[in-house]
Each structure stands twice: as structure tokens, then as C-alpha cells.
């Protein structure tokens, strides 16, 4: 004959089992983390800024002004491209209402043994008068 196990003893058992279930340590193992990488578009250059100059007078025409030039800037002699090359410096210009810069740059002589007598102003009848450079 079956002997039948008390009601009370097997709540007792399934509660048990139930809790020892609670505790068995049943780990879930996440997937191992990936790095991303992004790269965003390298930002746009800045914007290029760009001082137009007014032209010169034309040729032949005396342009007087009452102010003085401001004094000449201190410029960043870039290395000579060849030895034949003469520095032109740079000087003020006036465009009718006021001085602008024009930066000294690297030229050729248009002859050999030629010399280049750099832009001025000169002080006349009162206000100042620009010279243009030549080669002579």
C-alpha cells in the first residue's frame, strides 16, 4: 500500500523547490558591448575673405590728398622663388576715400640689370601726391 504523503509536506516541498529555484543563481549573460564609431564630415573651411580693390586712377592722373599715408606695415618677406626675383614692398594706395594696403609681392625684372624704384608719396602744394614705382 501507498503511503500517502501529507498535503502539508508537500506544499512544504514544492515551496522549497520554488525557493531554492529563487536562488540558483540562473544568470542571463548579456552579449559583449560593440564600440561604435562615428565620424561626422570634417566641418566646412571657414569662408574666404576677400578685399576688393577699387582700381587705380588712370594713368597720368594726379590724385592729391590732404592726409599723410598711414606709416607703411611691417610685411612677412615670404623666401625668394629664384635669384633673378627683386622684392616690390609694399605700400599705401588712397582710392578716393580712403588708404588701402597693397602687399609687397616677388618680380621678375623686365631686363636684366633693371632697378625698381618703389612707390612713394610726395609732399606738393599742400597735400600729398602718389608716385608709382617703375623699373628703370
Not at 56 to 62: E, H, L, T, W
Request: glycine fraction near 8%.
Amino acid at each position: 500500500m501507498k503511503k500517502k504523503l501529507p498535503f502539508r509536506s508537500i506544499n512544504c516541498a514544492a515551496g522549497l523547490v520554488f525557493g531554492l529555484s529563487l536562488f540558483s543563481g540562473c544568470v542571463v549573460e548579456e552579449p559583449p558591448r560593440r564600440r561604435v564609431y562615428v565620424e561626422s564630415a570634417p566641418p566646412p573651411p571657414p569662408p574666404q575673405v576677400v578685399e576688393e580693390q577699387p582700381p587705380p586712377p588712370p594713368p597720368g592722373a594726379v590724385v592729391i590728398v590732404r592726409e599723410g599715408p598711414p606709416p607703411p606695415r611691417i610685411e612677412v618677406i615670404p623666401a625668394r622663388p629664384s635669384h633673378r626675383h627683386v622684392w616690390c614692398a609694399g605700400h599705401w594706395r588712397y582710392n578716393g576715400h580712403a588708404y588701402y594696403w597693397v602687399p609687397g609681392r616677388w618680380e621678375l625684372p623686365p631686363r636684366e640689370h633693371a632697378a625698381w624704384i618703389a612707390p612713394h608719396w610726395e609732399v606738393r602744394g599742400g597735400g600729398y601726391i602718389f608716385i608709382e614705382g617703375v623699373w628703370r
